[in-house]
């Protein structure tokens, strides 16, 4: 049974973070003291004359700026960080960042998050590539060449990274950056209630299960768009050869798998048990033409995209796609598992040692009680990735009515669904937060 604990008094902080994914964690390094300033870029002020004579005579932290009025005058301020971050698509060198950090005073903050830092990256397959090259998923206050001097790893961050270099990056970042004692891990929020001081929150220590309470005068809810994986709601979905997490072939003996999704994930998956010479069949609810435009159109960017193309074009007997498809049930024979699927209206068995279903998931927004109703809108990119968003500003992600809440990542109304389009509300937030907090006075040059 839940047990609060009772030992410690409701713990109090400024600031709390849900989820130390790539959308929390960055906001608890700047909350936790490092400020971005704006430096000189040959690169920036060649591209971007106006905006670097703009910011050139400001001597102040960007984290002061009038973040509405910029947007009023037709620099939003995301795309300003961004720019700021990334002059160029390529990175050269460390010099072209027109940012600098530096090390001020920390505010009161925690942040808590279920998994290890890095979030979703802790449990994707072990060898997926992203989508983007690697620097495009690292943070401007520690560029990823920056990782890569000061570990001696040997990285080209120009080329898609691996999510065991990725994980390996965010892993880095708490003790690099002096956050340590500020973040609980494996640590899951299960309430957010109203409270006199902002937000009061209950947790449950994911070893232990004991309770922990807090309140806080600020949220940002940064707990990502994966926290409840979608079911197929079939019987024989809890059977043990059934997993909704695909990892790495050698975690799977025997020879027949079916994968079940359509989306980048189980793309992967697919592709990848079909190298390690597995026989898979890959059930897909959607049709042919469908799943084919992804995959063509992705083939000359991303080497497993033209992989998965090859495969398919092949027609070998060992990779059988099955679209307009769905599972209906799974059940545990003798000898194996068998998997009865609807194909096109025919009803078609399938002996199998895994099923892998790899469906997506959705954001959580059920913690909330007591709070007027979230405002959702439906967002999806071409990779198939889907959220609700919540109606937020637009230059500070604050929930337009929850005054003190915000929404961290993609549940931002109006994000991009790849972490780049994210990584600048980590300071239009944490400066919302500073300049409320009065430490910052709001002041465009
Ligand atoms: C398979 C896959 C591949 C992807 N590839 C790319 C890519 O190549 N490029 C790209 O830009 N984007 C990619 N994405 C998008 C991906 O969502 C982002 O890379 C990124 O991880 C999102 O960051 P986040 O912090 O918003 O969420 P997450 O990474 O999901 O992190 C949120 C964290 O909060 C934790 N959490 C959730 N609920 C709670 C709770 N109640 N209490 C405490 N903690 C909680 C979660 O467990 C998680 O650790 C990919 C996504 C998937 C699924």
């Given amino acids: 049974m839940d047990q609060i604990n009772k030992t410690h008094k409701i713990e109090h902080h400024t600031v709390i973070i849900v989820g130390g994914g790539p959308a929390g964690l ?10 971005p300033y704006y430096r000189e870029s040959a690169i920036f002020s060649q591209r971007y004359p106006e905006l670097a004579a703009y910011l050139s005579p400001y001597r102040s932290t960007l984290l002061g700026l009038d973040f509405a009025k910029l947007g009023d005058n037709g620099i939003p301020p995301i795309d300003l960080f961004h720019l700021l971050h990334h002059p160029r698509r390529i990175f050269q060198e460390l ?6 950090f530096r090390q001020e005073d920390p505010i009161d903050y925690l942040l808590i998050t279920q998994e290890e ?18 620097q495009w998923m690292e943070f401007a206050f520690f560029p990823l060449a920056q990782y890569i001097q000061e570990q001696s790893v040997n990285l080209s961050v120009n080329d898609l990274i691996c999510k065991r270099d990725l994980i390996r990056y965010y892993h880095q970042i708490p003790g690099r950056f002096d956050l340590v004692n500020h973040i609980h891990t494996h640590e899951k929020i299960v309430r957010i209630e109203p409270h006199e001081r902002g937000f009061h929150l209950t947790s449950r220590d994911v070893g232990t299960q004991t309770m922990h309470q807090y309140t806080c005068k600020y949220l940002v809810y940064a707990v990502g768009q994966r926290c409840i994986l979608r079911k197929l709601d079939v019987p024989g979905e809890d059977l043990p050869f059934v997993v909704n997490r695909y990892d790495r072939p050698e975690s799977f003996d025997g020879d027949r798998i079916v994968v079940v999704g359509g989306g980048r994930s189980a793309d992967w998956a697919a592709t990848e048990l079909y190298d390690a010479q597995k026989e898979v069949y890959y ?12 995959i063509n159109d ?6 497993y995209y033209a992989r998965i193309a090859e495969i398919i074009e092949s027609r070998d007997p060992r990779f059988q796609t099955l679209y307009n498809s769905h599972i209906q049930k799974i059940e545990d024979k003798p000898k194996n598992g068998l998997v ?11 002996d199998v040692d ?16 007591g709070f007027p109703a979230l405002r959702f809108k ?5 990779y198939r990735f889907q959220v609700h968003q919540v109606e937020t500003k637009p230059y500070s992600s604050e929930v337009t009515n929850i005054p003190n809440l915000y929404m961290g990542g993609y549940l931002a109304e109006g994000l991009g669904l790849v972490v780049i389009a994210m990584h600048p509300t980590t300071y239009t937030i944490a400066a919302d937060i500073l300049q409320k907090e009065g430490i910052y006075n709001r002041q465009n040059p």
């Fill in 26 to 35: 960055p906001i608890a390094a700047v909350l936790g003291g490092w400020h």
């Fill in 95 to 100: 010099s072209q960042i027109a940012l600098e």
């Fill in 117 to 134: 830092v890095g979030g979703l990256w802790n449990n994707a397959p072990e060898n997926l590539l992203t989508l983007s090259p690697g």
């Fill in 283 to 294: 059930v897909m609810r959607q049709s042919f033409e469908r799943h084919w435009r992804l």
């Fill in 298 to 303: 992705s083939r000359d960017g991303l080497p």
């Fill in 340 to 350: 009865t699927v609807n194909n096109n209206g025919h009803q078609k068995l399938i």
């Fill in 354 to 369: 895994h099923v892998v279903i790899e469906i997506g998931g959705t954001a959580d927004y059920s913690l909330f009680n």
């Fill in 378 to 382: 439906e967002k999806y990119d071409s």
